[in-house]
């Protein structure tokens, strides 16, 4: 099973701030790694799909990076709606696996 | 616009056998462009992938559940359904159906695009 890992498990940032949250797997995945955000009570939202794709919607300040072993979600100047836990999630190997979450707060 | 809505008991009585059922509006279960999966949240836990279907008939399951899911699809009422045996109170989750993204002329799974709301259900007597 691959086993993807994100640091760091919680984040407290001020708005407009830049966030950088990384998720590193076991093997190398290519770029079949995706993020979605969760808000409480809601249901996770995909965010950037295969790596570095947008999703449709999804505002322009989210982006993706990476490949193999190694990704970055960013937010470029982050808003106060965006206060969620965002999870990476590979679809290289069976089974399927999460990242165990990242809470990125507003100060 | 695609929906997706769980429906099912919200308590299950330990040993009993967990049912839920996906509803589907706005796009067809038999589209050969996706999978149809659940997924699994403890309370305050991550995101557990259970397992996923395909319009043929075709099951991935996760080897940690594997012995106690069945996966089934009804074209008919465009739905899915999920039955975890031998429940427990670990089983204890919001429970979601999700759609999968599949190229099926690579082979290559892709990302969870839409979510159902998610359903609690508890395993408690």
């Known amino acids: 099973e691959i086993v993807l890992t994100q640091s760091p498990d919680l984040q407290s940032v001020t708005p407009k701030e830049k966030v950088t949250i990384t998720c590193r797997a076991s093997?190398?995945?290519?770029?079949?790694l995706h993020w979605y955000q969760q808000k409480p009570d809601q249901s996770p939202k995909l965010l950037i799909k295969?790596?570095?794709q947008s999703f449709s919607g999804v505002p322009s300040r989210f982006s993706g990076s990476g490949s193999g072993t190694d990704f970055t979600l960013t937010i470029n100047g982050l808003e106060a709606e965006d206060a969620a836990t965002y999870y990476c999630h590979q679809s290289s190997n069976l089974p399927w696996t999460f990242g165990q979450g990242t809470k990125v707060e507003i100060k | 616009q695609l929906l997706l809505h769980e429906s099912g008991p919200g308590l299950v009585k330990p040993s009993e056998t967990l049912s839920l059922t996906c509803s589907v509006s706005g796009g067809s279960i038999t589209n050969t462009d996706y999978f149809w999966a659940w997924i699994r949240q403890s309370p305050g836990k991550g995101l557990e992938w259970i397992g996923s279907?395909?319009?043929?008939?075709?099951?991935h399951y996760n080897p940690s559940l594997k012995s106690r899911v069945t996966l089934s699809l009804d074209t008919s009422k465009n739905q899915f359904s999920l039955q975890l045996s031998s429940g427990t109170a670990a089983d204890t989750a919001v429970y979601y159906c999700?759609?999968?993204?599949?190229?099926?002329?690579?082979?290559?799974?892709?990302?969870?695009?839409?979510w159902g709301q998610g359903t609690l259900v508890t395993v408690s007597s």
């Open positions: 279907m395909y319009s043929s008939g075709s099951t």
């Open positions: 093997q190398s995945i290519g770029t079949s």
């Open positions: 999700a759609r999968m993204e599949y190229d099926s002329f690579w082979g290559k799974y892709r990302n969870f695009d839409h």
């Open positions: 295969s790596a570095s």
